[in-house]
């Protein structure tokens, strides 16, 4: 994280600094992309201001709070600014959640309904994939460096979907689609 300190009306000390990048620091789980704040301390009669601008994927997010000692000031606007990032987080989860969950809908209209009479055959875990484009022996290697069994990806030539995966017998077997 980029984090420029501003210092008005007084002069900074090397432990507000520190103490803004300690603050700071934990504001890193809800970006996945480097982010850049702009801290403005400043001091007006007897109260500290402290003005937190977050730069994180595309959003900015403001805070500014005021009180007797400048680090709880700071306190309360890096609380104020994590508030902010939780809810945005949340409130793209759920934007996420409900498109799944009507495709999920839409696919069970489709299914049969004797699959309510196979007993023990459930969906117990979903995982989704993203498809990497890469060339089979890419793959090849991929799967050697990686503990997993398989790999699904898109061939990088044919743009098609392809699985390949590690048999018993220590070769490989390749599954291709035609989509």
Request: proline residues 2%; negative net charge; charged residues 35%.
């Given at each position: 994280m980029k984090i420029s300190v501003t210092f008005r009306n007084t002069e900074g000390e090397d432990w507000q600094k520190e103490y803004i990048n300690e603050k700071l620091k934990?504001?890193?789980r809800?970006?996945?992309?480097?982010?850049?704040?702009?801290?403005?301390?400043?001091?007006?009669?007897?109260?500290?201001?402290?003005e937190i601008k977050l730069m994180v994927d595309g959003l900015n997010v403001?805070?500014?709070?005021?009180a007797k000692d400048v680090s709880l000031a700071i306190d309360n606007a890096v609380e104020k600014i994590e508030r902010q990032l939780k809810k945005h987080k949340e409130k793209i989860r759920g934007h996420k959640a409900n498109t799944v969950r009507t495709e999920e809908i839409g696919a069970m209209e489709l299914l049969p309904d004797d699959t309510e009479?196979?007993?023990?055959?459930?969906?117990?875990?979903?995982?989704?994939?993203?498809?990497?484009?890469?060339?089979?022996?890419?793959?090849?290697?991929?799967i050697e460096t990686s503990k997993n069994r398989f790999i699904i990806y898109r061939d990088s030539y044919t743009e098609n979907v392809s699985v390949?995966?590690?048999?018993?017998?220590?070769?490989?077997?390749?599954?291709?689609?035609?989509?």
């Amino acid at each position: 994280m980029k984090i420029s300190v501003t210092f008005r009306n007084t002069e900074g000390e090397d432990w507000q600094k520190e103490y803004i990048n300690e603050k700071l620091k934990k504001l890193n789980r809800y970006a996945d992309n480097p982010a850049e704040a702009h801290v403005i301390l400043s001091v007006e009669k007897f109260r500290n201001v402290a003005e937190i601008k977050l730069m994180v994927d595309g959003l900015n997010v403001n805070a500014k709070e005021e009180a007797k000692d400048v680090s709880l000031a700071i306190d309360n606007a890096v609380e104020k600014i994590e508030r902010q990032l939780k809810k945005h987080k949340e409130k793209i989860r759920g934007h996420k959640a409900n498109t799944v969950r009507t495709e999920e809908i839409g696919a069970m209209e489709l299914l049969p309904d004797d699959t309510e009479d196979a007993p023990g055959a459930k969906v117990v875990e979903t995982k989704k994939v993203v498809l990497k484009p890469m060339s089979l022996e890419d793959a090849i290697m991929e799967i050697e460096t990686s503990k997993n069994r398989f790999i699904i990806y898109r061939d990088s030539y044919t743009e098609n979907v392809s699985v390949i995966y590690r048999r018993d017998d220590g070769h490989y077997g390749l599954i291709e689609t035609n989509a």
